[in-house]
């Protein structure tokens, strides 16, 4: 016979909702708990099963995973535990944070009785989750993340970054720095399409298939390229002659926020950016590329050179 799987979840928002149907649809025994019986109803009529208290939820398996809106909400969702229904299981948190956070949570985890705790930060949307190319990076015990490993690519790419937690929350910003550059770049740009007469009914979805990601794809992926080499060696010039210079680039940023604001924009997603370059060139940098911003971004005094 089949061993049957099972897997307690505390909280049921967005992505707390979307591990439980992958759970209940890959046909684990799936206990649920939720502070709003609402969410929990929609979830059983699938075959999730309900637990009436945040004890009974995570007596009824022995692995247990916790996904609210923020660290303090599963501290005070954990100090309604029973330290004896903790006891010998296994605490995987999916909850956002930082490192002090996380640390914080393990503590109350073993002063709980569990028996393991084990960190993850999810880099997919609800939407995405379940998808082989999604990553969920983990940090924490080694022997929990190898007893799931196999069972928990139903959920994606399960990444182990090592066994100090501070990794996985370090990683989760990493990559959601990456995302809002991205992110905040394709708002300003599509904003100030809409002012023009370039625009009509559907064309920020066509500017995004038909213009970004063909830019993206074929040229700035080369010079994103370029950028990582030269902070790897530390040499920000290239030798060929053929960069953009930070003074070049100033000049360039400082035409957009005028475009911008002859546009009826506002410059404040590019304005500290510009402001980096300006005090790299300051700094003598006039003739580098914008990776040697990597620079200027750390706090005086931080462990960054």
């Known amino acids: 016979m089949p061993v049957e799987r099972s897997v307690s979840l505390i909280g049921l928002g967005l992505m707390g909702s979307a591990l439980a149907r992958i759970f209940v649809n890959q046909g684990w025994k799936t206990t649920v708990w939720n502070r709003s019986s609402a969410k929990v109803d929609t979830l059983v009529a699938k075959g999730a099963l309900p637990a009436a208290s945040v004890t009974e939820c995570i007596g009824a398996s022995n ?16 100090g309604d535990a029973d330290a004896h229904s903790c006891a010998g299981r296994s605490l995987i948190n999916y909850t956002s944070g930082t490192r002090v956070q996380a640390q914080q949570t393990q503590e109350i985890a073993m002063k709980l009785s569990f028996s393991a705790y084990l960190h993850g930060a999810v880099l997919a949307s609800p939407e995405t989750l379940g998808l082989p190319q999604s990553p969920i990076y983990y940090a924490g015990d080694e022997e929990v993340f190898r007893s799931i490993e196999s069972d928990f690519k139903i959920l994606g790419r399960s990444v182990y970054l090592g066994d100090d937690l501070a990794l996985a929350p370090l990683i989760g910003c990493i990559m959601m720095d990456a995302f809002f550059g991205l992110a905040v770049g394709f708002l300003q740009s599509t904003a100030l399409l809409r002012t023009s007469r370039l625009y009509s009914a559907g064309g920020a979805e066509r500017f995004l298939l038909e ?15 370029d950028f990582a080499r030269q902070i790897d060696n530390r040499k920000y010039l290239r030798g060929d002659g053929n960069g953009m210079p930070l003074s070049l680039l100033v000049q ?13 924009l506002c410059n404040d997603l590019f304005g500290p950016l510009l402001n980096l370059m300006r005090a790299r060139v300051a700094q003598g940098g006039a003739a580098e590329e914008m990776s040697s911003l990597i620079k200027v971004i750390p706090e005086p005094g931080s462990r960054c050179d």
């Open 63 to 78: 692995l247990v995973i916790i996904c609210l809106i923020n660290a303090q909400a599963v501290h005070d969702v954990l």
């Open 211 to 225: 213009e970004l990601v063909p830019f993206f794809s074929h040229c700035q992926l080369t010079t994103l390229s």
């Open 252 to 264: 360039t940023l400082d035409n957009m926020s005028k475009t911008h604001h002859q546009y009826g």
